[in-house]
């Protein structure tokens, strides 16, 4: 009889290893199940704006040389019938790019949050996460977000016009002396600022699509590259 118990006592011990490496694998399981549907929802809400991001980094490059190349090049009388064919061209290449980056954004999504999701977050803090995203209020809070985030850009634009509109004037006066005293020769008046009326309606009239959002054309982006410069 002592034998026995012995040999089932031992049994046992044995066995608590094996069974806590099946609780911990269950639970690395669970955690990275979890991972995996926030990278889902990740990929569902912000694959888009990541997109447009990476496409406008492609297209800006492109504008600003082919701006240049038409300055420099292309005679006066003909730049407005070259950036009107090169805007049809600039527009294929951005659907072009706006596609394949928007395909490999869905393809890699899980393979690259999920790992940093599993290292950096508890099983308890990606229930939380999930819970709130999958939320009505989380829809909610995300349209009320860009909301708010236009009335406070405008009420900080409102109080610090008058002294920003300052500092510009301060700037025109110091680079105009800079420019003299380099050249003798008077400067061109500089460029004056966009109202917030202009501001707000070029914002009401931006793009929301990857390829609709770095176009715009070579004729008005480089209009933009040309002012700036």
């Known amino acids: 009889m002592f034998n026995k118990t012995l040999a089932a006592l031992t049994l046992a011990v044995c066995a608590l ?8 694998a269950k639970a690395d399981d ?6 995996v549907k926030l990278a889902q929802i990740q990929q569902k809400n912000d694959s888009v704006q ?11 490059p492109v504008i600003a040389t082919w701006s240049q190349n038409i300055d420099q090049n292309v005679p006066a009388d003909k730049q407005k019938d070259v950036r009107e064919k090169l805007d049809v061209e600039l ?3 951005l659907d072009a790019t706006g596609k394949t980056v928007e395909a490999q954004a869905a393809k890699t999504a899980e393979s690259a949050l999920v790992p940093v999701y599993v290292e950096k977050l508890s099983a308890d ?15 909610k809070f995300q349209e009320a977000g860009g909301q708010a985030a236009n009335a ?33 020769a008077k400067p061109a008046a500089a460029a004056k600022p966009e109202t917030k009326a202009e501001t707000k309606a070029e914002t009401k009239a ?8 770095a176009s715009g054309g070579i004729k008005t982006k480089v209009e933009r590259v040309e002012q700036k410069q």
Do not use: R
């Not at 290893?17 to 911990?24: N, R, Y």
């Not at 669970?30 to 991972?35: F, G, I, N, R």
């Open 50 to 60: 990541l997109a447009n991001q990476l496409v406008n980094a492609v297209a800006q």
């Open 125 to 139: 803090e990606l229930k939380t996460i999930v819970a709130y995203l999958e939320s009505p209020a989380s829809a």
């Open 152 to 184: 406070w850009a405008a009420q900080i634009i409102n109080a610090t016009e008058s002294t920003v509109e300052g500092h510009l004037k301060k700037f025109d006066e110091a680079a105009a002396k800079i420019v003299k005293a380099a050249t003798g």
């Open 30 to 35: 669970a955690k990275k199940a979890l991972a």
């Open 206 to 213: 931006a793009p929301a699509s990857a390829s609709d959002g």
């Open 91 to 93: 527009k294929k290449l």
């Open 17 to 24: 290893p094996f069974a806590a490496h099946a609780q911990d």
